[in-house]
């Protein structure tokens, strides 16, 4: 099989993989010379060879002639069926090693887009980790503010529960809406805080997803850019051993054809009996 430089050399790498995990396991096509046609044409013309000088009839010389066309046509049909035979084995064996090739570039290409895809996970939660910790940090440092306010809200709850007189639960009702107010400045600062680190988190999120959805498609499409070139490679490939096969029919017919003019030389060399 030739082998025919690609561009990229991991495709160059993956052919010399694919030829060389190919062995011929298939038992081995013989020659033309090997097949019980061939042979029977060749003892047919050596048979003629040693009648040359015999004489013959007009009947006996073109029973000869017949015979030895019946040979030729015999082997010329095994030249055919040689060639659709390696031609279908050619087909077969480059067909599996294309789908093998394929499927190693594929395997490679799924593994690639796992990798990216467990770093990109990883770098999510770092990020889930850094927010969860900086709200945890803002919520700590405006807990000494918040608690003790919301303690003195239930507390006035509960004197207010207790009270009956209208004056003093005004009084109480009045304390509570005081505490409540100075308890939603704290809880709007503090929220004010968290929004900035919740936006910061959004914000590197999305820069995390765009850039592994980008390095995730250029693993994709390279891959598909080495699969379209290693099938461009495996049809150069075919083409090629296709010729050969066709040049192999040539000196098949070639091989034939003389032993056809050998034994149609003989028949005319006999003289013709008197």
Not at 181 to 210: G, P
Request: glycine letters at 2%; zero cysteines.
């Amino acid at each position: 099989m030739k082998k025919h430089l690609l561009t990229l050399p991991l495709v160059l790498t993956l052919l010399f993989a694919a030829w060389g995990a190919s062995p011929a396991t298939a038992e081995p096509i013989p020659g033309i010379t090997k097949t019980p046609q061939y042979r029977m044409l060749l003892g047919t013309v050596n048979e003629l060879e040693g009648k040359k000088n015999v004489p013959v009839t007009p009947t006996r010389r073109a029973s000869y002639r017949q015979t030895l066309d019946n040979k030729v046509s015999a082997a010329k049909v095994q030249v055919k069926s040689l060639f659709e035979r390696r031609t279908v084995r050619v087909k077969s064996r480059d067909d599996a090693s294309q789908r093998r090739q394929v499927r190693n570039i594929l395997i490679n290409q799924k593994r690639q887009v796992e990798a990216l895809e467990a770093l990109q996970a990883s770098k999510l939660a770092d990020a889930q980790d850094d927010y969860q910790a900086s709200v945890n940090r803002i919520n700590s440092q405006y807990a000494p503010r918040l608690d003790p306010l919301v303690n003195q809200r239930t507390a006035l709850k509960r004197k207010l529960a207790k009270t009956t007189r209208p004056a003093k639960r005004q009084q109480i009702q009045e304390a509570i809406n005081t505490v409540q107010a100075k308890i939603n400045r704290v809880v709007d600062a503090r929220q004010i805080e968290t929004q900035v680190v919740t936006t910061r988190y959004q914000a590197r999120v999305q820069a995390v997803n765009d850039t592994f959805v980008v390095r995730i498609r250029t693993v994709r499409n390279r891959g598909k850019q080495l699969v379209l070139q290693a099938n461009r490679a495996w049809k150069q490939t075919y083409r090629a051993d296709f010729a050969q096969l066709k040049e192999r029919r040539t000196d098949d017919f070639s091989l034939v054809s003389r032993l056809r003019e050998r034994g149609a030389g003989y028949i005319s060399s006999m003289p013709p009996k008197n």
